[in-house]
């Protein structure tokens, strides 16, 4: 938890499957850290233009899907059969309105197609052609595969296959570190609190896998008490509706967010798989939560003096 309150703003994350401090380079990380800001920055300007806590999460998670380094959008994991899938989400807190979308393949930016699905359908999740189908009657242009191949991820592929062959679990032994996914929650002017999260998944997943990203009240949660977007083991965060269990813990049992962040990432999900995943969150007042359970979570916030502020490892 930072000590920090924030009037509006943002708070990111970049997935936990960080590299192994061993082998992440000064450029790298350097890199990382660009990417960070960039999307800090995005934010920050549409919040300073007094747009809206959605406006800002989906400015702040494209620019984290079109680089490279995070695995969303470009740069994002290939499944068992060497293709991206992505899926993404996105909720507003006040009237808990909420869109995703499932297994998309040509869609440059998940995140955004979400938000049309939660704007301009009657729908919340969408998956695959139909998701796509979507997207072109939105105007969204169709985007070539090979915008989205990145040759590291591809090396992650078949080191993934080669560590999975013959066990039964074609994750392996480590699922988070075939992890990855970009997160945003935000909080604007008139109080709004938003979160929204985009993400191709564990590297080798099984086609037709559809982890907690996509779904409201695991991956991704708001309501006026909270913002919640998550990154790790995604089966984990599924079967233990993470988000909203943030968000219960505070409306049921009165808890604050860092107490229900930390019992929610460390107890529920930490006791029984140490290294499954980690959160960013923000409250009503604009406290910022980031925990997690891994060696370290891509990670950064910015508030209204636009000064953004990174970190990659504990
Ligand atoms: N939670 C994502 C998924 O399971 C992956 C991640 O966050 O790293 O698809």
Redesign the pocket.
């Known amino acids: 938890m930072t000590e920090h309150r924030l009037e509006t703003g943002v708070a990111i994350h970049g ?3 960080t590299l192994p401090v061993d082998r992440m380079t000064p450029e790298l990380e350097a890199d990382y850290r660009a990417g960070l800001r960039d999307a800090l920055l995005a934010g920050h300007d549409v919040l300073s233009l007094r747009g809206t806590a959605v406006e800002a999460c989906v400015a702040a998670v494209r620019v984290m899907e079109d680089s490279p380094l995070f ?1 969303a959008g470009r740069g994002s ?1 290939f499944d068992e059969r060497g293709v991206i899938t992505m ?1 993404a989400s996105i909720m507003r807190g006040d009237d808990r309105q909420a869109g995703a979308v499932a297994g998309v393949s040509d869609v440059r930016s998940p995140v955004r197609l979400a938000q049309l699905v939660m704007e301009r359908s009657e729908h919340v999740l969408l998956t695959d052609a139909g998701a796509e189908a979507f997207a072109r009657a939105q105007g969204m242009e169709e985007t070539e595969p090979a915008f989205f191949h990145t040759d590291r991820r591809w090396e992650e592929l078949e080191l993934a296959r080669a560590a999975g062959a013959g066990r039964p679990n074609v994750l392996g032994d480590d ?2 570190a ?4 970009v ?1 945003a929650v935000a909080r604007d002017a008139s109080g709004l609190l938003a979160a929204a ?1 985009s ?4 590297a080798n ?1 099984t086609w037709g ?5 996509p779904i409201i009240g695991a ?1 991704t949660w708001a309501s006026e008490l909270c913002a919640v977007s ?6 984990l ?2 079967r233990n509706a993470v988000a909203f269990d943030v968000h219960a813990r505070m409306a049921y049992g009165g808890a604050s967010l860092g107490a229900a962040a930390e019992a929610v990432v460390h107890h529920t999900l930490g006791a029984r798989v140490a290294g499954s ?1 980690g959160l960013v969150a923000l409250d009503a007042e604009g406290r910022i939560e980031f925990s997690f359970n891994t060696p370290g979570m891509y990670r950064g916030w910015v508030d209204e003096t636009g000064e953004p502020r990174v970190a990659i490892y504990r």
Not at 209 to 213: A, T, W, Y
């Open positions: 997935g936990v499957g695995n994991n899926d699922p988070t075939k992890a990855g996914t997160g999260t993400t191709g998944g564990m997943k896998r559809v982890g907690d990203s991956g998550c990154t790790g083991w995604g089966e965060f599924l995943g």
